[in-house]
């Protein structure tokens, strides 16, 4: 994840790397979701938080949609446990 | 993640912050008064849990997100210490788990031009047009946590 200075640097970096678009957002948005992800990172009684809780904090933010989905969602109803335990940022 | 696990961790994290530097599992050993094997076997859980992150088949820190323990282009100065974060969410993450002003330094990928950015009581104070780019969706992150 990086910084750029603007909607064209980030398409001339895009196209430089050979890399399709992913997500984008501004450092303001950003700085919200860092707060609200990292702000308990050194307290004394920090434990993991579950993948419903980090999806949560992205929701929040309407990060949503397949690109921040943390679990991949079985279209059936199922999530996948084999991607469930390694979700921890 | 046990409670042993969660000590050491809590005391590799506190180092950090104090020292801008990681310890090794010997001085954590020493620190904790633990066997350096139970500490070794605690560094490869915590590296699973991904709540924290070594050197390939090393037992040396490389990440205790959001603070990277090797250089990087994302620079923080944030309660009268530099430290260096992993990425652009971590920059910022750093002053949000300080509870701490700062001021960041990074480089825009394409230009190289340095960019500033100052967070001043939890808010984005300097560097708001800036954009954030994610390549890599998020149930991949952890596939390759350096490149993400």
Known sequence: MVFLRSEEHLERWLGANGWQRGASMSASTLNELACRWWSTRLDPDWRPRSPDESQAILDELGLTGAFWELVPVDRDGADDEADADRLER | ?148
């Open chain 2, 1 to 148: 993640m046990d409670e042993l696990d969660l000590r050491i961790r809590n005391h590799l994290y506190a180092s950090f912050v104090r020292d801008a530097t990681a310890v090794s599992v010997a001085e954590a050993a020493d620190a904790l008064e633990l066997p350096a094997a139970v500490v070794a076997d605690a560094y490869r859980r915590l590296h699973e849990a991904h709540a924290l992150v070594l050197e390939s088949e090393q037992l040396e820190i490389r990440m205790l997100n959001p603070f990277s323990a090797v250089a990087t282009p994302h620079r923080v100065l944030a309660g009268g210490r530099g430290l260096f974060a992993n990425c652009a969410w971590d920059a910022l993450g750093i002053p949000a788990a300080l509870h701490s002003d700062a001021a960041i330094e990074s480089s825009c990928p394409d230009c190289g031009e340095q960019l500033d950015l100052e967070v001043r009581d939890g808010k984005l104070v300097r560097g708001t047009e800036l954009l954030v780019h994610f390549v890599v969706p998020a149930r991949r992150w952890w596939d390759d946590i350096a490149f993400t």
